[in-house]
């Protein structure tokens, strides 16, 4: 089957390749949260058990933590924005008849900015 000159198919393809972007950011920014709480359950068994000492670098999960956040969040924003541009330049025929265009967009910057909220949240949330 050959893929003419006017096929939605290109605009689905676009768009799965969005989702997939938004996927990957949401398990960089799952692992970043992971992270970031790891030296918080490290303190906690430290003081649960008094043998062992407190980790002496306790922050560096927690900024390692943000950084995995932020980065899937700007996977999730750049990949969002590459979509919209990519979408502008289709032609009309390409685009398919009665499909919200903007729905996974604005699903994907929502979550994007969902994802700013978290870094700024573990930014200044108790150690």
Known sequence: MSINHTD???????????????????????LGFV??????FLRLLAAQSHDT?????HYASSILGIA???AGTLAIAVSGLQHRRFVA???????????SRVFALALSLLVAGL??????YLMFAPH
Not at 35 to 40: D, K, P, Q, T
Not at 115 to 120: D, E, I, T
């Open 115 to 120: 994802g700013a909220a978290l870094s700024v």
């Open 68 to 70: 995995f956040v932020l």
């Open 8 to 30: 939605p198919r290109v605009f689905f393809a676009a768009e799965r390749t969005l989702l997939a972007w938004l996927r990957t950011g949401l398990a960089i920014m799952g």
């Open 53 to 57: 000492p407190a980790p002496a670098h």
């Open 89 to 99: 330049r289709l032609a009309a025929v390409d685009l398919p008849p009665a499909y």
């Open 35 to 40: 992270v970031a709480r790891f030296g918080l």
